[in-house]
């Protein structure tokens, strides 16, 4: 005899409870609890970031200070993965532009550059002027290197200038330059930087008055100005009026928009 087709049902150990009440409500329990567990931790991360301090607004954009540290611990990480003598590369001289790129004018508007000299601020007290001429009596350093601009663009230029240590030891601003950083103004005060002193006192950072084998143009920065190979181009301040030392962080022109303070390569 055939079985008819519901026999096979006889055979089911069939539970007459439909489901295990007890274990779907541990459930229910357990993935609430963890659900506002997380929404209460993402609550509280961000009423931290909204009610952190903004940071002082002179040297950076003014964003809050626990968004900001995020920022920095990046920037240190950089900082420590790039060695203070880590040489930038360097080509021959024919390998450079002939007429290098322009870029930026703040600060350097003012064509009237004849009375010139250099800020030197030793203390709150003195103020040294220095000349061209006594700068180019000290050595100079030329290199051509790949000049590489935030914007986007890079291009191989020649530049020549006494090293920013070498000018430290002329003038004996070594306790000077014990501190942390070196800022730099144009005359006009429109244009500033500030710069880490590991960087400053890098082998090729230049307090640079050529390029391409001449004396600088209005528009490149003359009569002096900052070449720093290790950073971006918008630390390579143009037209150097005023020149000091710090232990905070001075005001920098393109920190205060928010770009990175550090600006490494
Ligand atoms: N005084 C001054 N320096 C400045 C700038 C500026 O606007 N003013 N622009 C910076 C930027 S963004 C770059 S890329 C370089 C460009 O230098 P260059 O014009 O000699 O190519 O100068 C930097 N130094
Ligand atoms: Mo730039």
Partial sequence: MKNKPEDKFDKLPLNTEPYDKKKINRRTFLSSITFLAGAGLAYWGWESVYHSAREIATATAGAKSSLRRVLDANGCLFEGAVKPNHLSRTYPKVMAAKKPRLNGKLGITDKNIESWALNLVKSANETQQITLNELKKL??????FEFKCVEGWSQISHWGGVKFS???HHFGLQELAKMEYVGMHTPDNKYYVGIDMPS?????TLLCYE????PLSPEHG????????????IKNLKRIGTLYFSNQRPPDYWAERGYDYFSGL
Wanted: aromatic residues 10%; glycine residues 6%.
């Fill in 211 to 214: 390029v391409s084998g001449q």
């Fill in 222 to 233: 003359a009569p002096l100005r900052l070449i720093i190979p290790t950073k971006y181009g």
């Fill in 139 to 144: 050595p100079k350093t030329e290199f051509a």
């Fill in 200 to 204: 400053a006192l890098h082998p090729q």
């Fill in 166 to 168: 070498d000018f430290v």
